[in-house]
């Protein structure tokens, strides 16, 4: 198999598994994931074989629906490649960009080795961003029954991952918690242009946010 069969039918594998799931890691997150990715990846020069496989899979066994176990995506990833023909160390770079890819709170740092784990991560944070991020927010708190917003309830900046995994804060909160916080993490230069972008949108969203809250406009 080539490796636009193989991006093909690990797209086919993803889109199966993830439809139609409704808290923010949908089919639809894993193909914007992977649009930003090779559009991010073209500028950077990074390799786009492995780009494109690390963001069709990158949320393939999210901690959080595995009770927090994060060697689970990894270890699916592993499982699901080593069908193709695909040198051992290619899929070795695709799991170690998927065990690493996740935000684990405000204080944990997520290191990136090659470039194609920071482009990889650039596109996933630019979707937790902008107007996408937006309405992610929204449908998560949603999902897990968090309210939208409670005036003078202060933020949490969760300095382990067990905090933040486990935090119920407010959707408004989760913007100071994480989304206000994405821009200064971004890697590459393409990502941190469209990450200040979706940046100034979130802000004037949040400030007619608490305009129309309180009757102000
Ligand atoms: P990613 O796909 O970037 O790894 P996560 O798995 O952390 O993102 O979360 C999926 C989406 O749900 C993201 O857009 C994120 O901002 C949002 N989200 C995560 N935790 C919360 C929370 N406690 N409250 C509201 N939204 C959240
Ligand atoms: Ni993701």
């Known amino acids: 198999m080539d490796q636009q069969a193989i991006i093909r039918t690990t797209s086919e594998y993803v889109r199966e598994k993830f439809s139609g799931e409704s808290s923010g890691h949908d089919w639809w997150h894993m193909r914007r994931v992977w649009n930003n990715a090779l559009y991010i990846a073209k ?18 066994g999210d901690h959080k629906f595995h009770g927090g176990d994060e060697s689970v995506g990894p270890s699916l990833a592993w499982k699901w490649l080593r069908q193709f023909d695909m040198k051992a160390d290619i899929i070795q770079q695709i799991c170690d960009i998927i065990a690493h890819v996740s935000f684990k709170g405000a204080a944990q740092v997520t290191p990136m080795r090659t470039i194609e784990g920071k482009v990889v991560q650039d596109a996933d944070r630019l979707d937790a961003i902008g107007a996408m991020g937006i309405a992610r927010v929204f449908a998560y708190a949603g ?26 804060n407010t959707a408004i909160n989760h913007f100071y918690e994480k989304l206000l916080l994405l821009k200064d993490r971004m890697h590459t230069v393409t990502g941190k242009k469209m990450a200040a972008e979706r940046h100034r949108f979130m802000e004037q969203y949040l400030a007619r946010f608490y305009q129309e809250w309180e009757g102000n406009a």
Do not use: M, R, W
């Open 143 to 168: 999902f897990k029954g968090h309210e939208l917003h409670i005036p003078g309830k202060q933020p949490e900046l969760h300095t382990t991952f067990e905090q933040y995994k486990n935090g119920k």
């Open 43 to 60: 500028q950077e020069k990074a390799d786009q074989f492995i780009v494109s496989l690390a963001a069709l899979l990158h949320d393939i």
